[in-house]
């Protein structure tokens, strides 16, 4: 069974703080993306990595940094975190088959609150 | 315009009820993805398809390349299909996500 596990469900917050979100998946996948989820927004891409070391932006990425330093973890960084960075905090990976079809597997997200 | 968008944004049926929820899409894509979150957060993936038809159990899903349309169908739907149902289309390793569909199956 593939396990994508995130570090905390509910995590509260003051603005201003450095907060990190870790990822962890245990399939060796090569992909690992996070996800911001608000309501009436859906899932949006902040940033994604495709290797150790390598991160590409996604869609939303202002606020945010990441860090790959292995493969298995993917880590979300606020520098400093806003009230607006409130959300929930979804982490998924995939694998590469050489083909474009893979299916990400989803961690369970992190609720997060900035005060 | 949303490049996916989804349709009905809320749906409450009787159990046992036929379901459809459809999904279309503005971009060329590699699969198209279904999945299915419960209360709580969790995100299972339920379908990836390219093309056709797929069949898990009481679910169904379509896809019409040319129309740019899917469909996901329940079949005698229950309460536990209670969820939000959300659309997502793949190009390359990346998905873009439809808003999702709020289903809710009364007894």
């Known amino acids: 069974d593939v396990k994508v596990t995130q570090s905390s469900r509910y995590l509260v917050k003051r603005t201003g703080e450095k907060v990190f979100l870790e990822c962890v998946q245990d399939?060796?996948?090569?992909?690992m993306f996070w996800y911001r989820q608000d309501p009436g927004l859906g899932l949006r891409l902040i940033y994604f990595s495709y290797d150790v070391k390598m991160k590409e932006k996604g869609d939303i990425p202002e606020g945010y940094s990441v860090s790959r330093e292995k493969k298995e973890r993917f880590s979300l960084i606020l520098e400093s975190a806003s009230t607006n960075q409130t959300s929930m905090y979804l982490c998924a990976s995939s694998g590469y088959s050489g083909s474009a079809y893979n299916e990400q597997f989803f961690g369970p997200g992190t609720r997060l609150t900035v005060l | 315009k949303n490049e996916v968008e989804q349709s009905p944004q809320n749906l409450t049926a009787q159990e046992g009820e036929f379901i459809t929820i459809n999904c279309s899409y503005s971009?060329?894509?590699?699969?198209l993805h279904w999945l299915q979150q419960h209360p709580g957060g969790g995100i299972v993936s339920l379908f990836m398809l390219s093309s056709g038809k797929k069949k898990h159990g009481r679910l169904i899903a379509t896809i019409n390349i040319q129309e740019k349309h899917s469909s996901l169908h329940i079949t005698a739907s229950h309460p536990r299909d209670s969820a939000v149902y959300i659309c997502?289309?793949?190009?390359?390793?990346?998905?873009?996500f439809g808003t999702g569909t709020r289903l809710t199956i009364i007894p």
């Open positions: 399939m060796d996948h090569e992909n």
């Open positions: 971009v060329g894509i590699s699969a």
């Open positions: 997502a289309v793949g190009r390359n390793e990346k998905l873009t």
